[in-house]
């Protein structure tokens, strides 16, 4: 979904219908946007997804908790200190955002 749909469901709960760069509610009447508001959300939502752009890259790295597990089941404590080592790297790969 578009960030600027989210920021203006987010700042006016009222808008049910959107077309083009007009907004109605529940009865199709117009809604004006509060635009400094809606820009505002925009602007939070952004910094939000940009604060977790290391988990998006660390999830696709991650091994397969499969492997995790197999290890376990198999009691390959090599295989599991594999994992947790792989896991590990990613990490420091890819550090937690401030």
């Not at 749909?5 to 077309?19: D, G, Q, S």
């Not at 492997?67 to 198999?74: F, T």
């Amino acid at each position: 979904m578009n960030v600027k749909i989210i920021a203006v469901k987010n700042t006016h709960p009222n808008v049910v219908t959107i077309r083009g760069e007009e907004y109605f509610d529940i009865n199709d009447s117009p809604i004006t946007l509060n635009q400094p508001l809606v820009d505002d959300e925009v602007i939070r939502l952004q910094a939000e997804y940009d604060s977790q752009e290391y988990a998006r890259l660390r999830v696709t790295e991650y091994p397969q908790v499969e492997d995790y597990l197999d290890g376990i089941v198999k009691g390959d404590q090599d295989q599991i200190d594999k994992y947790i080592a792989d896991c590990l790297a990613v990490k420091a790969k890819y550090p937690k955002g401030e």
